[in-house]
T-cell receptor, first 109, second 116 residues
């Protein structure tokens, strides 16, 4: 079957750096997405990786290794507003998105 | 209005009621999606419409009935639901369901459904 694994919850300190990992086993691969979802709100698109390597976008970066079935989302200079759930999703060979259960990130002052 | 909107934001219904969820996208996209989001579980894809034709139906019980009258509007008709159907129902849209490149899905804020 298809599977996306990510930690259920993480805690970090304001101003610090946190890395949220995602491993996947899917039928084919056509890109990996990261979304941010604040409580009670819509998931919002953060990043897309289809080739190996690091994509940087401001304080957020996303890394992909297709051979390892692995990605991470790196958040720098953490702010209280970064407290949210972070969802990893992989697009499979049928172009369907397979979703992880999300990582709840708690930022402490 | 911009992006993807959903109404109502909250809905409480009994198991014998009939209700409908509405989604509207203002992005000029060709594909629309219904997802179910339960606590601590992955998003579950329910239905996909592309150019108003249903292209995906992931073994969803018949008590959920989608309707897509045009490329901007999507409905989810609900009848004789069960308490385990209580969840957040999210609508999303994208340029195309099998498009290349990012073909990013954009989500609405969801309807929080409680079935008593």
């Amino acid at each position: 079957g298809q599977n996306i694994d990510q930690p259920t919850e993480m805690t970090a300190t304001e101003g610090a750096i946190v890395q949220i990992n995602c491993t996947y086993q899917t039928s084919g691969f056509n890109g990996l997405f990261w979304y941010q979802q604040h409580a009670g709100e819509a998931p919002t698109f953060l990043s897309y990786n289809v080739l190996d390597g690091l994509e940087e976008k401001g304080r957020f970066s996303s890394f992909l290794s297709r051979s390892k079935g692995y990605s991470y989302l790196l958040l720098k200079e953490l702010q209280m507003k970064d407290s949210a759930s972070y969802l990893c999703a992989v697009r499979d060979s049928n172009y369907q998105l397979i979703w992880g259960a999300g990582t709840k990130l708690i930022i402490k002052p | 209005e911009t992006g993807v909107t959903q109404t109502p934001r909250h809905l409480v219904m009994g198991m014998t009621n009939k209700k409908s969820l509405k989604c509207e996208q203002h992005l000029g996209h060709n594909a629309m999606y219904w997802y179910k989001q339960s606590a601590k579980k992955p998003l579950e894809l329910m239905f996909v419409y592309s150019l108003e034709e249903r292209v995906e139906n992931n073994s969803v019980p018949s008590r959920f009935s989608p309707e897509c009258p045009n490329s901007s509007h999507l409905f989810l008709h609900l009848h004789t639901l069960q308490p385990e159907d209580s969840a957040l129902y999210l609508c999303a849209s994208s340029q195309a369901p099998s498009g290349g490149g990012t073909d990013t899905q954009y989500f609405g804020p969801g309807t929080r459904l409680t079935v008593l």
